[in-house]
């Protein structure tokens, strides 16, 4: 009987080796077969990411995206989402992960986040001639916000402050729309009153329309990270980290100053100095408890030439849910 209980534990021990192999050899294949990084994004959210005159995905957080994707061997795939179900497509493997202006503030525990790189405020856009100079001549206006946007979190959240809520409660309506091209075209016609938005996207808007001013109290301030699947530690490590090699070399500066017309340069808070400060996980600014996760297999030499090849969706088995 000991002899049979012998053979059973050492045939139960050589299954579970044997299982391990082959987990790893599987893990090892699907790492192997990443190569596309999907970001998912804003279309119409300037200068984040948003559609130029040629038709083209363009933005400044899809500029940092394509360089760090040079730098990793990987194909950057641009995927424009509606911005309401970007959890969705973060879950069902659609994209790899949200960059686009993603507001951390509020949300630490909802994904596993990048270290933040831009320093935000929330701003009030009027017409120049309206007679609205200061947040408490929003008494009894109409007021637009995006769906599900920081600056409607800034007025009706739990985290809200007690002055912006009572702010909120001032106005004649608060009003929610899809995208902000739509709040500028009624801000214009004198359908609306003033827009609360992310001050990098007024200034677009502002260079855009002459007759448009932004007011100099701010509704409030927050900070932009890249939102990863939560526990998705290992792919949210390997763009960190190159983000960082960007700000040390002065590349990061550079894309920046591309849009200066929109105060970025002034924005961001991505240092080296952030590097050196690890959070409470040991590496970068993790929410949440750290899962072991398969990301897109770095398999560029780091020479910084732009893959070309073309891969439509990574491979599932790479997708794991935090």
């Known amino acids: 009987m000991r002899t049979k209980r012998k053979r059973f534990r050492a045939f139960m021990v050589c299954a579970a080796l044997l299982f391990c192999s082959i987990c790893v050899l599987g893990t090892d294949a699907a790492v192997k077969a990443q190569t596309t990084f999907t970001v998912g994004f804003d279309a119409e959210f300037p200068p984040y990411g948003y559609k130029d005159d040629d038709g083209e995905y363009v933005g400044f957080d899809l500029d940092l995206a394509q360089e760090v994707c040079n730098r990793r061997g990987w194909t950057l795939k641009k995927q424009p989402i509606d911005w309401d179900s ?38 009030i856009l009027v017409n120049q001639n309206s007679g609205i100079q200061k947040l408490s001549d929003l008494a009894g206006k109409v007021v637009v916000v995006q769906a599900d946007s920081s600056a409607l979190a800034a007025f009706t959240s739990e985290d809200a402050t007690e002055e912006n809520k009572a702010l909120a409660e001032s106005f004649g309506q608060l009003q929610e729309v899809a995208d902000y091209n739509s709040a500028v075209m009624n801000l214009e016609s004198g359908a609306v009153d003033a827009i609360c938005m992310d001050i990098g996207v007024a200034k677009f808007q502002q260079g855009n329309h002459k007759e448009l001013v932004i007011l100099e109290e701010k509704v409030s301030s927050e900070e932009y990270g890249i939102g990863f699947r939560k526990g998705n530690t290992a792919l949210r490590d390997q763009v960190q980290e190159t983000l960082y090699e960007m700000v040390d070399d002065g590349t990061f500066a550079e894309i920046a100053a591309k849009y200066a017309d929109y105060n970025l340069p002034d924005c961001i808070c991505l240092t080296s100095k952030t590097k050196d400060s690890p959070q409470t996980d040991g590496s970068y600014s993790v929410v949440g408890e750290a899962e072991q996760t398969i990301q897109p297999d770095d398999a560029s030499s780091g020479s910084g030439q732009e893959n070309t090849t073309e891969i439509t969706m990574t491979n599932p088995a790479s997708k794991s849910e935090g």
């Open 86 to 123: 970007k959890d969705m497509e973060l879950s069902s493997n659609t994209i790899d992960c949200i960059w686009n202006g993603f507001t951390m503030n509020g949300k630490e525990d909802m994904y596993t986040w990048s270290d933040a790189y831009v320093d935000n405020s929330q701003v």
